[in-house]
């Protein structure tokens, strides 16, 4: 089975309005990261806001991306939901139109307890259709899948890895110590982490960032397998000064996707449009968002297109 590697960007969801996808901008990102190098694409994840997303749009959203691609990388499907029946539904929707695995978080309303997830996940990883990665976001989900619980769900051949959003680099190394087989994938969610990952034998990042600056997201994975430390410390410092000026822009946990939607809207990627419960950044944001564009990318070549 496939192993998956490298940068998997998760996708934003570019927007004409709450109830009509950007076609256009949706091209724009897919073929930006792809001409970036990126290794893969996951769509329906947290920054592609799909839990404020209809069925319908997640339905269009599969499509129009594998039309865009055209089997040009692989691609990840987040199927997250409080119903399984919903989650088999999309699985096989996915399937039927070019996804190449699915991504999967425990439900995030009823609280449960670990005996109940791993019960859950026994239930459902048999009818999906293909290859899981369990997706742990604590944050988001009220409970964290367990090391012990990776593991045995790691038995499961279908299960082909685990994608990291907890920020716990802890957890994480004891992921890698515990699960042994060589076709399984570790990635972290944290962009700033992507080096950490790399160094202690991760294969990856999915990095929001990427959606923006994808080619530097791709040069610090490269530098990291190369092992080249140097420029690995002067990449993570680029990232680092972006989370600060750019995300920082914004407060609570909507800050990130309002900062990034606006950049990406100011370079003329997609359009600056949110699902509510999000609302996009106010004009004077906008213009906030827009000098620090302008500053990073003249300090820094690598972010310029």
Known sequence: MKKYQGIIPPMITPLLSTTQLDIKGLENTINRMIKAGIHGLFIL??????????????KELIKATQQIVKNRLPILVGI??????????????AQQHGATALVIAPPFYAPIQQAELLEWLKLLIPQLPLPVMLYNMPSHTKIQIAVDTVQKMAAYKKVIGVKDSSGDMTYFNMLLGTIERPDFSFFTGPEILLADTIGTGGDGGVAGGANLYPQLFVA???????????LVKTYQAIIRVIHQRLYGLGSGGSGFLKSLKAAMAIKGICQNILLPPYFPFDADMIEKVEIVIRELEAEYAILQD
Do not use: V
Request: aromatic fraction near 6%; hydrophobic fraction near 30%; avoid cysteine.
């Open 45 to 58: 994840g947290t920054t592609g806001e799909a839990p404020n997303l209809s069925h319908r749009l997640r």
């Open 80 to 93: 997250t939901d409080t119903s399984i029946e919903e989650i088999i539904e999309l699985a096989h929707f």
């Open 220 to 230: 610090q994975y490269e530098a990291a397998k190369n092992g080249d430390t140097d």
